[in-house]
């Protein structure tokens, strides 16, 4: 899934913009409930000026690039899903808060060591916040990577395990390389649905960062034991399942017919690896796939209700806005002026 916001009409400077909607719409794959909050803020206006892109490059890894600039003094708060993210900020300057670790990223964060670089591992879901300052510019790539990506990738050992007690936060620096490979990005156009050589870029630049920010963070000690990968086989074997699509159209007592697992122990399994239920999960892929088809197939809302599971189009609608914080006709009426 890729998206990048755009200039809305009405905009005074003629810079592209970016409104709550628009925020929320993006951030879904990455948080869950979003809040927002500015104390003069006029809620029709867009909150931020400049661009943002975001794209699943890999299952279970969510790469984030964002140029933008505060047009209020924004605080942004939401839970964020057990995992490891990894944030650089490249210019400007981002005060953000993991559970009770408070930092401030980028060359311009206050002396006398400045830290542009951090590696959050994160047990169980944790509150996030940011603090926007009016006028405040921030050009930050970020890294999420799922449990279920972190296990196939052998990172199994307790750094990563969602019965870690605590969350921890490690400072780094890029590489002089690294840097360079990120700067590319923000320099290259950003496209709404990246061609087969855009995602190659960003899929690359992605394992480089993800390789580099967990060695400095101490954070790769090796494969996973043989009996690990070996416990782990049903999941792997859903997460091909999720990939593909198949395990949307299932339920969840099927999953695990299919899997050979009770539903219990999916469920619990699910949630320890993932950090969120598998029913939640489900039901957020599920309208994801009825809003991508919404936007770039221009099928009908209640076609959409049926894609996701529901035999009502109002419940559909409210499930809908609840998770993107839009009505499935605004998705309908932006695929008809895209095809204009």
Known sequence: ?????????????????????????????????????????????????????????????????????????????????????????????????????????????????????????????????????A?????????????????????????????????TLTRWAPSAALLALVMQLFEHPWRERASRADHLRLTGCALTLAGEALAAAGLDGGPASHAAVAGDRRLQHLGALLASGQALSLSQA??????GMSLSSLQRRFRAHHGEALGRYLRRKRLEAARQALLHEGIGVEAAAARAGYTSAANFATAFKREFGLRPSACQARHALARD
């Open 254 to 259: 099927e999953l695990a017919q299919r899997l």
């Open 1 to 133: 899934m890729t998206g990048v916001m755009t200039r809305p009409a009405g905009s005074e400077s003629g810079a592209p913009c970016i409104d709550a909607r628009g925020l929320r719409e993006l951030s879904a794959p990455l948080v869950n409930r979003q809040n927002l909050e500015a104390a003069t803020w006029n809620r029709s206006a867009p909150l931020l000026e400049g661009r943002m892109h975001i794209s699943e490059v890999q299952p279970g890894m969510w790469l984030r690039l964002a140029d933008v600039r505060d047009r209020y003094d924004l605080v942004s708060s939401a839970e964020l899903p057990a995992g490891i993210k990894i944030a650089l900020v490249i210019a400007g300057e981002a005060r953000v808060r993991f559970g009770h670790h408070a930092v401030t990223l980028g060359p311009q964060a206050p002396a006398p060591t400045p830290t542009s670089g951090v590696v959050v591992a994160l047990p169980r879901p944790e509150r996030f916040v940011r603090q926007g300052r």
């Open 135 to 167: 006028g405040g510019h921030e050009r930050t790539l970020t890294l999420s990577l799922t449990p279920a990506w972190l296990a196939r990738h052998g990172y199994a050992s307790d750094e990563t395990s969602p019965t870690t007690a605590e969350t």
